[in-house]
């Protein structure tokens, strides 16, 4: 559509720099008459007048058909210009993310959020970056030939509770006195089950591990997982708890801790088998 709108201009430039060129020179040429010849001594002169005035001594006809012609020449030169600077082309991209709801930016600049359309100008050459609250961000670079269409998964961020550790280290409660093995033993054993399904479990050795539990933070979540280890000190004293908690990057599993859990754990088991059992 803008392609001919500029080529019906560029005609009608053309048509109008005609026109003009015409209308200033036609009345010079319409005015020349041509007198008959006068009888001179030794032969005729012939003599040709623009409005009665001698052909070529009229300073001022010279100038108007100067500035026709510039004109002219002017108009000229917008029309090849038009012709030659094509308008500008615009490519569309539509970006759709899942879930929903994310800021797309465009070199910086907030374009809309997921699903959204916006289109730049050609060449393409711009840095893309999705963003959502809770999500890892997204960045790319958008080329001329990247896809016009962009259909997203966004990856959930690990909870604030997670840290990056290579060994988890262990947190201890002390049993209250007057409180036998055996009962500590169950007590410790019925707390977990509530929660986790168990792998290692022995009161011999007073060790309890559980299974990867994916709901910790109250979703499903493949990509996050914890699990709890409990072991009780050689002479019953003392209960030791360590929480575990695994992050999937995408490539592979990032080790570290869950504070949450951890502090969960620990006040559970003072609760009924610490300090604090004995308050109750």
């Known amino acids: 559509?803008?392609?001919?709108?500029?080529?019906?201009?560029s005609i009608i430039s053309v048509i109008v720099a005609i026109l003009l060129l015409f209308n200033w020179i036609s009345p010079v040429f319409a005015s020349v008459s041509i007198q008959p010849e006068s009888p001179r001594e030794g032969g005729y002169t012939p003599v040709n007048t623009f409005n009665s005035v001698t052909l070529g001594t009229n300073d001022s006809s010279a100038e108007l058909t100067a500035a026709a012609i510039t004109v002219g020449i002017v108009l000229l030169v917008i029309w090849l210009a038009s012709v030659s600077t094509p308008p500008p082309s615009y490519t569309e991209y539509t970006f759709v993310t899942v879930p929903p709801g994310a800021t797309v930016e465009v070199n910086g600049k907030v374009v809309g959020k997921t699903p959204c359309k916006f289109s730049l100008r050609n060449p393409v050459q711009a840095k893309i970056a999705v963003k959502k609250e809770?999500?890892?961000?997204?960045?790319?670079?958008?080329?001329?030939?990247?896809?016009?269409?962009?259909q997203i998964v966004l990856k959930q961020n690990p909870p604030d509770s997670f840290v990056k550790t290579v060994e988890p280290g262990w947190e201890s409660v002390e049993i209250a006195e007057g409180v036998e093995y055996d009962k500590a033993w169950a007590s410790v054993v019925d707390l977990l089950v509530k929660r986790f399904d168990i792998e290692v479990l022995s009161k011999e050795n007073g060790y309890i591990r559980t299974a990867w539990l994916y709901?910790?933070?109250?979703?499903?979540?493949?990509?996050?997982?914890?699990?709890?280890?409990?072991?009780?000190?050689?002479?019953?004293?003392?209960?030791?708890?360590?929480s575990e908690a695994n992050y999937y990057t995408g490539k592979n599993?990032?080790?570290?801790?869950?504070?949450?859990l951890l502090e969960?754990?620990?006040?559970?088991?003072?609760?009924?088998?610490?300090?604090?059992a004995n308050k109750s």
């Open 1 to 9: 559509m803008i392609k001919k709108i500029y080529k019906r201009l």
């Open 134 to 150: 809770g999500y890892r961000k997204i960045q790319a670079t958008l080329t001329p030939s990247a896809p016009t269409k962009w």
């Open 215 to 242: 709901t910790w933070t109250g979703e499903l979540r493949k990509d996050y997982r914890v699990r709890a280890t409990i072991k009780f000190s050689q002479d019953r004293s003392k209960v030791e708890v360590k």
């Open 253 to 260: 599993w990032m080790i570290g801790s869950d504070t949450a």
């Open 264 to 276: 969960t754990l620990k006040a559970d088991i003072t609760r009924t088998v610490g300090q604090m």
